[in-house]
């Protein structure tokens, strides 16, 4: 039977939208690409992942000892093949709120030898079984580079300066000596550090004023430099104006990044996804604290440090972000473990979202870490026995694997809805991507229950028709994967033989698809 979706699939695209326009309900949304205007240029740090020392995300996610599922050195091999998919090219450690009590010493040397400690934070018994060499190894092994945070609430500046030393120094000192001594002659060069971890809020232990935390974060900084100045370091920031104002006055001059952290999450399958627009909202509060502190440090004699004035303006580093929202219900019992995030496609559908605004603002945020990588409100949900993957690690992984690295000009309008707290939403997220002779056009359909159809017009970049179309989604917005169903959300591909200049293309109720599109 001839229906009005396969009516209107057989006409023309012209036709198709003077048809919706007329009716006065369009469903089409019009989408204009420029491959000719470039507006971002996307950092592949983006991708980064963050591993804590909670719950089971590294003892019995990634670490498991004793486990025959594991290699000699205690790696979860099935965990590791799933990390290698998702090719993280950074990982944070150790923390997350985790590093205010953390002293990296207690992590090193023989592993019979480390003393087991109370963990303020989470309120759990560390063994220090995983340490520093134990993250260089499997950062190693996965190919990524390691981001390091210090402990700036009960640490001190000398403790930060004696861990870059260990980890990267080469002269005849002590701290060197100390990392050859454990068997890495070699130092591992870690590159990013992070200049704690939400020293605003009062659950970090040793929180700080703005100011308190700029006085000890700089004399940090410039001991670490001192040691070795190709660091790159984070500052913290705390997704308030001032707060990061005053940091960056002080700190402006030597650190490359500040932190943006982010996380959201109802059961109102809407507004969950409207919620990107306010974590973009946060992106332009830190920005614009970013201009403002750049532009009164270039304008002051003395500076508050003796650096050379940096050609390139503060990055922001988004290092915490996720939807987690059964936590925040002490009310619903069914959840026995609330860091343990069982996701669903919605889910999916607004990480994908999230990587979206990082690739538009990608000449801004030049790196972000999802929080986190295994068990704990993650992508990756393992037991004793083997692991799944959650609909969240669909899009990460296509993401990652298929983007280009030039993001350029998309301009859409269709139909959308009314957030009370994010205003007018499209159904239709759009961002497009090039990379060589490649065009990546991401979508994602909100909308709940429709499919929704698409006019696109393509210029500066000629489609052959011969293209590829991946698509995640599933029976419902509700659907999981889980130990007894693991492949209830997963990545279908296809091959596409009508990609056009002018082409239009129906995008399933609630999914994430990819069209891809060759010269």
Known sequence: MMTRRRLLATLPAAALLRGQQNSGTSDVTRVRIDAGEITARVNPMIFGQFIEHLGRCIYGGIYEEGSPLSDERGFRKDVLAAVKRLNPPMLRWPG???????????????????????????????????????CIEYCRAIG??????????????????NWVEYCNGTSDTHYANLRQKHGYAE???????????????????????????????????????????????????????????????????IVDYISVHFYTGSDDYYETLASVKRAEHQLQLADSAIEIAMSRIRGHEPRSVDFPLREKRVELAFDEWNIWYRRR???????????????????????TSMLHLFQRWGDKVTMANLAQMVNVIAPIHTNP???????????????????GDRVIHSWTDGPGYDSPTAGRTQYLDVCATLASERLAIGVVNRHKDRPLGAQFEISGFKPGRAGKVFTINGPSPDAANSFEQPNLVATATRDYSDFSSQFTFEFPAHSVTMLELGT
């Open 329 to 351: 219900d002490g009310r619903n019992r069914a959840v026995k473990d609330k860091l343990e995030e069982p996701y669903n496609l919605r889910d999916a559908l607004w990480t």
């Open 96 to 134: 997350g709120n985790f590093v205010s009590s953390y002293h990296w010493e207690d992590g090193v040397g023989p592993k019979d030898q480390r003393p087991r400690r109370f963990d303020t934070a989470w309120f759990a018994v560390e063994p220090n079984r995983f340490g520093t060499n134990e």
């Open 385 to 403: 026995q083997g692991m799944y993957l959650e609909p969240n690690f669909f899009p990460l992984e296509l993401y990652r694997a298929h983007s």
């Open 187 to 253: 130092p591992h060069n870690v590159k990013y550090w992070g200049l704690g971890n939400e020293i605003y809020g009062t659950w970090q232990a040793g929180h700080k004023s703005a100011e308190d935390y700029a006085k000890v974060a700089l004399e940090a900084a410039k001991m670490m430099k001192w040691i070795d100045p190709s660091i790159r370091l984070v500052a913290c920031g705390a997704g308030d104006p001032q707060w990061d104002l005053t940091v960056l006055e002080s700190l402006g001059a």
């Open 144 to 161: 990524a580079e390691p981001y390091f945070c210090i402990n700036l609430g009960t640490g001190t500046i000398e403790e930060a300066a």
